[in-house]
C-alpha cells in the first residue's frame, strides 16, 4: 500500500489529461508556424536496383509547387550520422521497395500530393532478396558480437542422449509499430539554427542524429517533443524523414511541414522482423532442465544490421546447466528492422513459454509447477544475484486469483456450448536500468506560497511521464501537486535519457528526486542553521524569504548497480474460448501479475501493462505484415489489412502488482514496465488454445485457418 502521505504510488489522474482530449496537447503536426510549406515523400516503386532517370518536368509545372528534391539536387548530408534505415537522397541506388527517393514540397498539402504523381521514374532493376522462407537456409553469423554464440555447458551433448525432450520450430511475422500517430515533422530555420517540431522518444538523440547528418553543431539544433502519440520503438531512432524536412525547408527558404501517411509508414520507420526460432529443452523425469538451445534465424537490411535479441529471455528464465542461443542473418532488401515493443523478449519469450509448456505437458506436469521447479537462485548468464526477481510470486499469486485450479490437464476436457475452453500461462522478463539524465527544480514564492518547476529533456509517449515526475517532485518538496509544472520535451532543457526500453521512469523519477534533494540541502546550507528535524524545500523558502531558489543536478544510476541482475518479471494467465465450427479465438480473459519495483502509479501503470496485454493479444491473434515475395512491398499498409485489436476483441483485463522493494536497482526502487506488459503474452494465449482444443500452434498469428 501507498504511505497515506505520499502521492508516488497512488492512482493519479494524468495532469496532462484535460489538455490531450480538448486538443490543447501540442503534438508535433500541430505548432502554428508561419508561412508553412508542405512535403510529400515519394518513394521507390522497385525493390532493388538504381534510378536511371527522374523525370520532373510535369510536376514542376504543376500549381503550387515550390521545389522538388531528389539525389540529383540534394546537398550532401552525412549518412554515418545517427539516421536510420538510409533513404537520404544520396544515391541514385535502390535498397528496399518505397525507399525515400525524393520529396515534393508545395504551397498545400494537396499540392504537393497531385505532383508526386506526376513525377515518372526508370529503373535499372535488379533481383530483389526479398523471400526470406526461401533465403533462410543461407543465413551466416552476424556482424553484431553481442549476437555471437552464447554456449555454457554442452546443450548439444545434453539434447542427443536425453530421452525426455522436445525440439520444435516457432515463428513469429513481420509486425508494424502503428502508433496513432504518424511521423511527422515541421522544420523552421533560422540562419544556421533550425527547430524540428518532431516525436522523438529520445529527445537528445534525435538533436544529435539531425546535427550531425545535417553537418551542424547539436546546440544549432533544437528537437521540440512535449507529446508523443504512440511509437513503441519506431520513435525511438530517427528516420529520414526528420532531416529530409530540414533540407526541405533550407531549400525554399520557409517552415516545411512534412507528415507520413499511415500507409507509406510500412517501408519508412522500420518494422519487427520476421524470426524462426528453433527450441529444444531436455528434462529429468522429475522435471528439472538439463539443457536448452534456443538458435534463431532472421533477417535485417541489405546494407546495414539490426537484429533483436529474441535470445534473451532464454539466458536467464531458468536454472539449466546447459545453454546454446545462437543467431543467423540473411541481409534482404527490406527496410531496416528496428526495436519494436518488447523488442526480442516478446518475440522470444514466445518460443521459449511455449516450449516450456509442451514440455510439461510430456513430462505431464503442472505448467506452474514446471516452472517453479526451475527456478534460479541467481542469474544463470553472469551468475551476479538478483536485485530482486518475483516469478515465483507472480506465478502463484496469479494462479491463485485466476483460479488456475479449474484448468483441466487434458484438452478438449472444457467446453461451453460451441466453445472449447482452455488456460494457458507464461512468464517474462525485461531489464530495469537507470540511465544519466539531468534536471533542474525551480522555486517560487509568492507570500506563503510556494510553487515548483521541473524541468529535463525527458519523452511522454502517452504513459504518464508528467503526472509521475510531478508526483515525484511534490513528495520531495513537500508541495500539493497543483504547485507543480512539469516541462519535458525540448532539447533546450537539461538532457536525460529516452523513453525507450523501460528505462524512461527510473531515470527521470531518480533524477527529479536527487534534485529535489539537492535543492533542500542547498537551502539548508544558505539558512546557516542546524536543524532537529530535516525541514523541506518548502518550509525552507518561506522561514528564510526567498523569493526564487534554482538548482541542477546530474543524475547517474548507484554504482552498484551493475553488481546485481536487474530486471522486472511477469506471470500471464490466459483464458481462450475457440469456437468448434469456425476456428475463431476469442481471449474471454487476461490477468497480468507483474514484479516492476516501485510503481509510482498505479493507474498510469496498470494502463501500461494493459497496452502491452492488448499488443501481445494483437500479435497472437491477428498482426502480421504480408511481404509480396515477388516484388518486396507489403500489401498490409492500413489498419483495414493490418489489424490491430479493437475494443470488440478485448474482454475481461486484470492486472496485479507484486509489492517490492528493491534498493539495488536505483534509490527509488523503480524498475519500468512499458516493455514488459507484452513479453510472454502470445505465449499464454497459444498455450491456452493448445489446451482448449490439443492443437499446438507455433506460427503466429493464430488464426482460424491454422485451426480448422
Not at 523478449?345 to 503442472?366: C, I, Q, R
Not at 496498470?606 to 497496452?611: A, E, K, L
Amino acid at each position: 500500500m501507498a504511505d497515506k502521505n505520499k502521492l508516488t504510488g497512488t492512482p493519479v489522474s494524468r495532469i496532462d489529461g484535460i489538455a490531450k482530449v480538448t486538443g490543447k496537447a501540442t503534438y508535433s503536426m500541430d505548432y502554428p508556424v508561419r508561412n508553412l510549406a508542405y512535403a510529400v515523400i515519394f518513394k521507390s516503386t522497385i525493390a532493388a536496383g538504381t534510378i536511371q532517370n527522374i523525370d520532373t518536368s510535369d510536376a514542376e509545372k504543376a500549381p503550387g509547387v515550390l521545389a522538388i528534391i531528389t539525389h540529383k539536387n540534394a546537398p550532401k548530408l552525412n549518412v554515418h550520422g545517427g539516421i536510420r534505415g538510409g533513404a537520404l537522397l544520396q544515391s541514385p541506388e535502390i535498397e528496399f521497395y518505397g525507399q525515400h527517393i525524393g520529396l515534393v514540397v508545395a504551397e498545400t498539402f494537396e499540392q504537393a500530393r497531385y505532383a508526386s504523381h506526376l513525377i515518372r521514374v526508370k529503373y535499372e532493376k535488379k533481383e530483389p532478396k526479398v523471400d526470406f522462407e526461401k533465403l533462410a537456409s543461407g543465413a551466416v553469423r552476424p556482424k553484431d558480437k553481442d549476437k555471437a554464440d552464447d554456449i555454457r555447458g554442452d546443450a548439444q551433448a545434453e539434447l542427443s542422449k536425453a530421452t525426455l525432450k522436445i525440439e520444435e520450430i516457432y515463428g513469429t511475422p513481420i509486425e508494424h509499430h502503428q502508433p496513432m500517430e504518424p511521423h511527422a515533422t515541421i522544420a523552421e530555420w533560422n540562419g544556421d539554427w533550425v527547430t524540428l517540431y518532431n516525436s522523438a522518444q529520445i529527445v537528445n538523440g534525435a538533436q544529435s542524429a539531425a546535427a550531425a547528418t545535417l553537418y551542424l553543431k547539436p546546440e544549432n539544433v533544437r528537437i521540440i517533443s512535449p507529446f508523443i502519440g504512440g511509437g513503441f520503438g519506431s520513435k525511438g531512432g530517427q528516420w529520414a524523414n526528420l532531416v529530409l524536412t530540414a533540407v526541405a525547408a533550407k531549400q525554399v527558404g520557409r517552415p516545411v511541414k512534412l507528415a507520413l501517411a499511415r500507409q507509406q509508414m510500412v517501408n519508412s520507420v522500420g518494422l519487427r522482423q520476421r524470426n524462426i526460432q528453433k527450441v529444444s529443452l531436455a528434462a529429468t523425469k522429475d522435471g528439472k532442465l538439463t539443457a536448452l538451445a534456443h538458435e534463431i534465424t532472421t533477417h535485417s537490411a541489405i546494407d546495414n544490421e539490426f537484429i533483436e535479441p529474441c535470445g534473451d529471455c532464454s539466458k536467464i528464465m531458468y536454472d539449466v546447466p546447459n545453454s546454446l542461443i545462437t543467431y543467423r542473418v540473411v541481409p534482404m532488401h527490406v527496410i531496416l528492422p528496428t526495436y519494436t515493443r518488447g523488442p526480442g523478449k516478446s518475440t522470444g519469450s514466445f518460443a521459449l513459454e511455449s516450449a516450456m509448456d509442451e514440455l510439461a505437458y510430456k513430462l505431464k506436469m503442472d505448467p506452474i509447477d514446471f516452472r517453479l521447479k526451475n527456478e534460479p537462485e541467481r542469474d544463470p548468464s553472469n551468475n551476479k544475484p538478483w536485485s530482486s526477481r518475483t516469478t515465483v510470486q507472480c506465478l502463484q499469486e496469479g494462479a491463485n486469483a485466476f483460479g488456475w485450479e479449474k484448468r483441466m490437464a487434458e484438452p478438449r476436457q472444457n467446453q461451453q456450448g460451441e466453445y472449447w475452453i482452455g488456460y494457458g500461462v507464461a512468464c517474462g522478463t525485461y531489464p530495469a536500468h537507470q540511465r544519466p539524465s539531468s534536471a533542474i527544480i525551480r522555486l517560487k514564492r509568492s507570500g506563503s506560497e510556494i510553487s515548483a518547476a521541473v524541468e529535463l529533456a525527458a519523452a511522454d509517449l502517452g504513459t504518464g511521464t508528467h503526472t509521475i515526475l510531478a508526483q515525484t517532485a511534490a513528495d520531495a518538496l513537500d508541495l500539493p501537486l497543483q504547485s507543480i509544472t512539469v516541462k519535458i520535451g525540448d532539447s533546450d532543457l537539461p538532457p536525460a535519457a529516452g523513453s525507450v526500453g523501460s528505462v524512461g521512469a527510473a531515470s527521470y523519477a531518480n533524477a527529479v528526486n536527487d534534485a529535489c534533494q539537492k535543492i533542500t540541502d542547498e537551502l539548508i546550507a544558505r539558512s546557516g542553521k542546524q536543524f532537529f528535524a530535516r525541514p523541506t524545500a518548502s518550509q525552507l523558502m518561506r522561514a528564510e524569504k526567498i523569493t526564487d531558489f534554482q538548482t541542477r543536478i546530474e543524475a547517474k544510476p548507484p554504482e552498484t548497480a551493475d553488481q546485481y541482475s536487474c530486471h522486472s518479471f511477469n506471470a500471464n494467465f490466459a483464458e481462450v474460448a475457440v469456437h468448434k465450427a469456425t476456428g475463431m479465438v476469442r481471449v474471454n480473459r487476461f490477468l497480468a501479475v507483474t514484479g516492476g519495483g516501485t510503481i509510482l502509479n498505479p493507474k498510469t501503470a496498470r494502463s501500461q501493462i494493459i497496452g502491452g496485454n492488448i499488443w501481445g493479444i494483437g500479435m497472437a491473434l491477428t498482426e502480421e505484415s504480408i511481404l509480396d515475395p515477388r516484388w518486396g512491398n507489403f500489401v498490409t499498409r492500413s489498419l483495414a489489412d493490418y489489424h490491430v485489436p479493437s475494443n470488440l476483441d478485448i474482454r475481461s483485463m486484470e492486472v496485479i502488482f507484486i509489492r517490492e522493494n528493491d534498493q539495488a536497482v536505483n534509490r527509488l526502487g523503480v524498475k519500468g514496465i512499458g516493455e514488459v506488459g507484452i513479453v510472454g503474452v502470445a505465449a499464454a494465449i497459444a498455450n491456452a488454445v493448445f489446451n482448449a482444443t490439443g492443437k499446438r500452434i507455433r506460427e503466429l498469428p493464430i488464426t482460424p485457418d491454422k485451426l480448422l
